[in-house]
């Protein structure tokens, strides 16, 4: 049962660039509007690397049309600043990737909880490390995958543990940006290695997420076993050397009382080719002895499903899954870090530090394999080090 007064949580916002923007809108959309009567999330703090300026017209543009004017809301032209904020509970960190280990690590080593967007981090070693310094510090640590937190994801996993398809067999997902390299300016962080550019962290992390919240989150944690035997295969762009598209398959072991032992998990991503099909057609298709479940529009932001059975005469149904008040579908991942934050806990059951780290892991093997290699700066478990890679 909701409390009769909301509990009030306190942001920080650590960068004012693209997604800062999209996720502090949602935030500050009314959470009655979603259903969410235990929170109210405020936003007491900005920054940015760029200058206090910057964080001041983002306050102006963003903040104080949202938020009631007697809550005060700090600027800030360093991240240094903001975690020394008393003013603020959560940090949210939407720095590149690149930036994420070092970011983290000043937020955590100031006593800051912490919701840091995907990837979590470059390599797995820094992830585990950072893990490890929450749990020390009994601080609060979250990787924002927010798809995880749809109610399509949720109704999905739910789907898959009361057997509506039946044993897993395999799962297919494509997640693409849809972007022009060649029409990007150089120094985009998409394509930039010295901020860990290219569309397998960019957005091949969303595929992965797929596999690992169907084929692994679904099973009893205390028996189920990472995923094994990857095979992957990459394309670089030519100018950058980033990586352009990645497809990759994995062996995931069933449970014992499966009848297949083992289950595929299929994944393909890539910069140049649209974020869903364009015929608005699935973008994960979820295979079970007893039916198939298809997600449509992008698997980073879903938007419905189809059941179809397998059995001749039951019918196939589908659902749409809207997102409320008009917001973008990030509030639901704010409202999880809130609600940990408030109970004291230090990691969500819904995105936990194994299955960030096991996805890291797995991202690992697959530049492993194609050999991408990113300055050691920003792979290094040192901290702090300094890093400066704006274009000059
Ligand atoms: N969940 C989601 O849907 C999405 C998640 N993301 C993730 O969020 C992160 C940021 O992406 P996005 O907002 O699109 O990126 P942007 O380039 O728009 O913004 C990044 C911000 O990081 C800060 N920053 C700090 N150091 C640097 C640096 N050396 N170079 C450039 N920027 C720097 C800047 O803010 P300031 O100057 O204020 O410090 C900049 O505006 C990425 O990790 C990405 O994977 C991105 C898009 C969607
Ligand atoms: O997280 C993301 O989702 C949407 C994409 O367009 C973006 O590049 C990526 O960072």
Not at 30 to 54: C, N, W
Not at 126 to 136: G, I
Not at 267 to 281: F, H, Q, Y
């Amino acid at each position: 049962m909701a409390p009769a007064t909301p509990k009030v949580v306190r942001w920080g916002l650590m960068a004012t660039g693209d997604i800062a923007r999209t996720f502090a809108k949602d935030l500050l959309i009314d959470p009655k509007s979603r259903g969410t009567e235990d929170i109210i999330h405020v936003v007491t703090g900005v920054a940015s690397s760029s200058s206090a300026a910057s964080a001041e017209r983002f306050k102006e543009e963003i903040v104080q049309p949202r938020q009631p004017s007697e809550i005060a809301c700090n600027t800030y032209g360093s991240y240094e600043e903001l975690v020394q904020d008393p003013s603020i509970d959560l940090v949210y960190i939407s720095s590149p990737h690149s930036h994420h280990y070092q970011n983290c690590m000043l937020a955590l080593s100031n006593g800051k909880a912490v919701l840091c967007e995907k990837p979590v981090t470059v390599t797995s070693v820094q992830a585990h490390k950072l893990y490890e310094v929450a749990r020390e510090k009994s601080l609060f640590f979250m990787e924002a995958v927010w798809t995880r937190f749809f109610p399509l994801s949720i109704t999905i996993r739910q789907m898959i543990q009361d057997g509506v398809i039946g044993d897993l067999v395999r799962v297919y997902v494509n997640n693409s940006t849809g972007t022009d390299p060649e029409a990007l300016d150089p120094s985009h962080r998409y394509l930039n290695k010295s901020l860990a550019g290219g569309a397998l962290l960019d957005i091949g992390v969303y595929t992965l997420t797929w596999l690992f919240q169907t084929l692994y989150h679904t099973q009893n944690p205390e028996t189920r076993r990472p995923p094994h035997s990857l095979s992957s295969l990459v394309e670089f762009h030519e100018s950058s050397g980033t990586d352009q598209m990645t497809s990759l398959v994995m062996r995931f072991d069933m449970p014992s009382n499966s009848r297949l032992k083992t289950a595929h998990g299929i994944a393909t991503t890539s910069m140049v080719l649209p974020d869903a099909t364009a015929d608005g057609g699935p973008t994960v298709h979820i295979y079970g002895l007893k039916g198939e479940i298809q997600v449509w529009g992008p698997a980073h932001r879903p938007q419905s499903i189809k059941v179809i059975p397998n059995m001749i005469g039951k019918e196939a149904f589908e659902r749409k899954f809207d997102i409320p008040a008009g917001g973008h579908g990030m509030f639901w991942e704010a409202d999880a870090a809130a609600r940990c934050w408030i109970a004291e806990e230090v990691e969500c059951r819904t995105i936990p530090w194994d299955e960030s780290i096991l996805v890291m892991e797995t991202v690992d093997e697959i530049r492993r394999q194609a050999n991408i290699v990113y300055p050691t700066e920003i792979e290094t478990t040192d901290y702090p080090v300094k890093l400066d890679s704006r274009p000059k």
